[in-house]
């Protein structure tokens, strides 16, 4: 059983825009589409006027195909640009440039192992 029900909204990550649509990953299995028709209740002259592909967006799931993990989805009716930002919390780790010196190289390898 999907994570996905029909109503639920949920953020996702533009991957790409056609004329007819916009692609977006909702995480590593399910992906969806946001047919031209669940972009504005208005004419859609250009969806680039909505969306940037690498945006992250909240969207409405209006149905779910488990065989596929396809999702379709809207952005009609929810304000989808509201998406919560994930702040950390800033350290205090000293004054000057040393310290980012001396720990530039360990923290950009702990990130890689952490995002790969």
Known sequence: MTKY??????????????????FVNLDEYY???????????GFVKNINDFVNVGETIRVKVIDVDEE??????????INYRNVSSKRMKIEEVGSGF????????CWIEEKLKEIG
């Open 5 to 22: 029900k029909v109503g639920n909204i949920v953020e996702g990550s533009v991957t790409g825009i056609e004329s007819y649509g916009v």
């Open 31 to 41: 992906s969806g589409l946001i047919h031209i028709s669940e972009i504005s209740h």
């Open 68 to 77: 596929s993990c396809h999702v379709k989805l809207s952005v009609k009716d």
């Open 98 to 105: 040393e310290i980012l010196h001396d720990n530039l190289d």
